[in-house]
């Protein structure tokens, strides 16, 4: 599923300058535990925050939140987002009442519950 990388804060001069000849890979944030954004090798950089459902522990599937696109929302905006999701899973471990969808053209994949195993 790629690679990761070490945990540093993202922000948009760290994004922008990610390597993107590694193949498709993760960075990591420092600051929020779960937050990340995934590089591709095409230049797509998405930003997703990663949960276990409150209740499943370490032997429950990992979930992954997509938020938005790289410049269609910034390393803020969706490290806000992560921990609204972050603090609802918490709360209760439900995710899909969390961020209504957006209209417009920018909605794109924003918001959608990926599930891995």
């Keep these: 599923m790629g690679g990761a990388t070490g945990r ?3 922000t948009k001069r760290v994004i922008d300058q990610a390597d993107m ?3 498709r890979h993760f960075l990591w944030d420092s600051e929020l535990r779960g937050f990340g954004i995934s590089i591709e090798p095409t230049g797509t950089k998405t930003y997703f925050v990663r ?4 209740g499943h522990g370490r032997d429950g599937a990992r979930r992954f939140y997509k938020l938005g696109r790289h410049g ?9 987002q992560a ?8 709360e209760s471990g439900a995710t899909r009442t969390l961020i209504p969808r957006q209209g417009g053209q920018d ?4 918001g959608q519950p990926v ?3």
């Excluded at 909605?107 to 924003?110: A, L, W, Y």
């Design 8 to 10: 540093l804060k993202l």
């Design 83 to 90: 921990k609204a999701i972050l603090g609802q899973v918490a």
């Design 21 to 23: 000849t590694k193949g």
């Design 107 to 110: 909605s794109g994949d924003r």
């Design 51 to 54: 949960y276990r459902p409150k």
């Design 72 to 80: 269609d929302i910034t390393p803020d905006e969706a490290r806000q």
């Design 115 to 117: 599930t891995t195993g």
